[in-house]
């Protein structure tokens, strides 16, 4: 037994005593709280709502008891109010402090309104609160650390609000939390070890925030833990491996970060009751562990955008429960004929609505039994592989199908009937392919589709007027194919249409209709490389949101309509390669958001505006125009010495002619196949033939003759009218000395050696060709 001396016990009484008497103190002082005081709370948490526009707490009538207001609960007898539930009311405001004095509540439910301000730190005095939750709304701030204090709570969902700062240490204290929800915040930090004390958690979401650092090897020590969210955040390295081994996990998802590393072979058997596994968008290499396509009760099995190679494994005829399948966007191969007969195996899946294989390298024809794969299947992404043959008619079969791409293959012959079955399709992809034949009538059975893509094939004849049935269309785009014919009215009474417009290289002809004029609501046409004819039509001035208008190396006529002045947001305009006439309208200068102008090789004569994109020359290109006055002096005529200034202005000018006259094709048409490839760089040489002067490969005495001259004689093979003698040239007031008009000459030569070497190898590209005349004129310009 411990003894203890007289004073010390004499000094412990005396301080109880003062303990007690402080504590009796702080008991007469603090109000009592009662129903009273809960309701007073309630009027205050009113207060704090903004009640302008709508009331939705017009029934919390004050001469009424709390516990008959919408939303409030109280415990049996009516004395305390025990539970407030105004979830998806709309309620606009912040919560106030007294929410605090509510001491009794255990659940607290605001989710679903548009609350902001920060989280009171009172709300740490509700400790009898089970659940919290305020997702869904606007609140700002960090998590208060004194959250900790409910010790009772089992459900805390702050999902989607603007929450920031860190995850506090102190929430190691819940010890019966069963659900975290902490997602779609901006919570930055590490992940806090300490997160493992929790050892009722059977539910954590952290995803989409802001969170870096590793994943903590500790929460593998969550033993009831079923579902794990990191997705979207910037955690980097390995997985730990002690993570695959957690065997309660039902679902588990690390999407959208920078991890690495390959997911075990084992991961089926570690993770036997894994019903969701979610690892696309990282670094994950290695192949697909076959142990996953045994996981019977799988449902959403999704690791596309990783680094994955080898082959689909066997066993998805295992998978009955299956709804998702994504695999795209790897380095996934198979091979021969029968490569994708994989997917046979799929049609065990009664309940699979989403199969994603795009963009790998898989071979093979797509097999007759893509059509008894599941009924509700919505979506089917086969683009971006090496897929060749026909597309089979049984995909006519798929009639839920929402979207399907056969993007970017090898998929030829006629594009079938039976895909006018498809009657729910919204999205067509068939884009980049070696299809043939006609459209077929039965595509405008698709009344519901808002994009279509047949772009890059060998389509041919006229465009279906059936097209007038997609009142839906946002986007067309049937570029690079061989259609012909008109542009059938049908098209452009497409109000619907929003994004693109895109018939570019086919064999169109006969005017643009009038009807142009009604795709008020379209950001970019594209009409290029067909052979239309006739003048522009002055309605094109009605498509108000144009963005990009091309309609270069047709067959216009005619002057350039002054209603384009009327497209205020316009910032690509080509109209290169027609056989426009008359002058360029003043107007244009207007056109305060135009950033590239391209009205070359037409028939356009008369001064140049000097005003808005006119002032940026390496905006416009004028050339191929040779009526065109580029200063006001030139109706006077140039000196022919002169001609060396605007030679060499118009030369330096070319060198973004191959990139900027492109613009709104490349944004249009991603990809390309080598075929239209290689029928855009042959349109690409003839414009630039015409603007710099074909070079031939002969004629080597001539090229001799040429070099030895260049560097001390040039003088000897230039026309005597070209030699600077004088400086009497000038550019905006300054004279030009001869020395540098020399070198510009020389440097233009030497351009044009470097094109003209025998070998195609060792010639200069065209594109290096151009930065080195553009080179040219800025030096001139300097000197």
């Not at 390959?262 to 991961?267: D, E, F, H, Q, T």
């Not at 079938?416 to 070696?434: D, K, M, R, V």
């Amino acid at each position: 037994m411990m003894f203890f001396p007289s004073n010390m016990i004499l000094q412990f009484a005396v301080f109880s005593v003062f303990v007690s008497s402080k504590s009796l103190f702080l008991a007469l002082e603090t109000p009592r709280l009662s129903l009273s005081t809960d309701k007073e709370a309630l009027v205050s948490f009113k207060s704090g709502i903004n009640l302008e526009t709508f009331d939705p707490l017009l029934a919390w009538d004050q001469t009424l008891s709390p516990c008959n207001w919408t939303g409030v609960h109280c415990n049996k007898i009516g004395t305390r109010v025990v539970g407030l539930d105004l979830a998806g009311l709309g309620l606009k405001g912040s919560i106030s402090p007294q929410i605090g004095n509510l001491t009794f509540l255990r659940s607290l439910q605001l989710q679903n309104n548009q609350l902001m301000g920060t989280f009171p730190d009172q709300l740490g005095d509700l400790f009898r609160l089970r659940v919290l939750n305020m997702s869904f709304n606007n609140i700002q701030g960090g998590i208060p650390p004194n959250i900790s204090r409910c010790m009772e709570l089992e459900i805390l969902d702050l999902k989607q609000n603007e929450i920031s700062g860190r995850i506090p240490e102190e929430l190691r204290y819940l010890e019966k939390l069963q659900v975290l929800n902490l997602g779609k915040n901006r919570i930055f930090g590490s992940i806090p070890p300490s997160l493992a004390n929790l050892s009722s958690l059977i539910s954590l979401n952290l995803g989409t925030n802001r969170l870096g650092g590793t994943i903590p090897v500790d929460l593998s020590r969550l033993t009831k833990l079923k579902q794990l969210d990191l997705t979207v955040n910037y955690l980097t390295g390995t997985v730990p491996p002690s993570i695959y081994n957690m065997t309660s996990l039902v679902y588990l998802a690390l999407a959208a970060n920078g991890l690495w590393g390959r997911i075990p072979s084992s991961v089926g058997d570690t993770l036997p009751n894994l019903q969701v596994f979610i690892f696309c968008f990282n670094k994950f290499s290695g192949t697909i562990p076959r142990s996953l396509h045994n996981l019977t009760r799988m449902q959403n099995l999704r690791i596309a955008h990783n680094l994955l190679h080898g082959t689909v494994p066997p066993g998805l005829g295992n998978l009955p429960e299956l709804q998702m399948y994504n695999i795209g966007f790897n380095k996934l191969v198979s091979f021969g004929k029968n490569g994708l007969d994989f997917i046979t195996s799929l049609t065990n899946s009664t309940r699979l609505n989403y199969l994603a294989l795009d963009e790998n390298l898989l071979e093979g024809v797509i097999p007759e039994s893509v059509g008894n794969l599941s009924k509700v299947l919505t979506k089917l992404y086969l683009g971006g592989n090496r897929i060749h043959g026909r597309i089979p008619a049984s995909i006519g079969s798929l009639s839920r199908l929402t979207l399907l791409n056969l993007s970017y293959n090898s998929i030829s012959d006629d594009i079938p009937q039976e895909i006018g079955h498809l009657e729910e399709l919204l999205s067509l992809g068939l884009a980049g392919n070696n299809l043939s034949g006609k459209i077929p009538t039965s595509i405008g059975s698709l009344k519901k589709l808002i994009e279509i893509d047949l772009s890059g094939n060998e389509l041919e004849g006229t465009i279906p007027t059936g097209f007038e049935n997609f009142q839906r269309l946002l986007s067309l785009d049937l570029s690079c194919n061989k259609l012909n014919g008109s542009i059938p009215k049908e098209i452009l009474n497409l109000r619907s249409l929003s994004t693109h417009l895109n018939l570019s290289n086919n064999l169109l002809t006969g005017p643009l209709p009038q009807e142009i004029g009604t795709l008020n609501g379209v950001l970019a046409v594209d009409l290029s490389n067909n052979g239309l004819s006739e003048t522009i039509p002055n309605s094109i001035g009605k498509c108000k949101s144009l963005e990009i208008l091309l309609m270069a190396n047709n067959m216009f006529t005619g002057p350039i309509p002054d209603t384009l002045t009327e497209l205020k947001g316009l910032e690509t305009l080509d109209i290169s390669s027609n056989k426009l006439s008359g002058s360029i309208p003043d107007s244009l200068q207007k056109l305060q958001g135009l950033q590239l102008l391209n009205l070359s090789f037409n028939d356009l004569e008369g001064k140049v505006p000097v005003g808005g994109v006119f002032t940026n020359l390496s905006r416009i290109h004028l050339e191929g125009n040779p009526k065109l006055c580029f200063m006001s002096a030139c109706e006077k005529g140039l000196d022919p010495r002169k001609r060396l200034i605007l030679v060499c202005i118009i030369i330096g000018s070319i060198a973004m002619i191959a990139l900027c006259s492109t613009i709104g094709l490349v944004f249009y048409l991603r990809k390309r196949k080598p075929k239209v490839t290689a029928s855009s760089d042959s349109f690409e040489r003839q414009h630039h033939m015409g603007s710099i002067g074909y070079i031939p490969p002969g004629d080597l005495s001539l090229k001799k003759w040429v070099q030895m001259a260049l560097a001390t004689n040039v003088d000897q093979v230039l026309d005597p009218v070209l030699v600077p003698t004088d400086s009497s040239l000038s550019y905006d007031g300054q004279s030009i000395a001869p020395e540098a008009q020399c070198e510009c000459l020389i440097g233009i030569l030497g351009v044009g050696l470097s094109c003209a070497v025998d070998s195609p190898d060792e010639r200069i590209s065209m594109r290096d060709a151009l930065c080195k005349l553009r080179s040219i004129r800025e030096t001139l310009l300097k000197t």
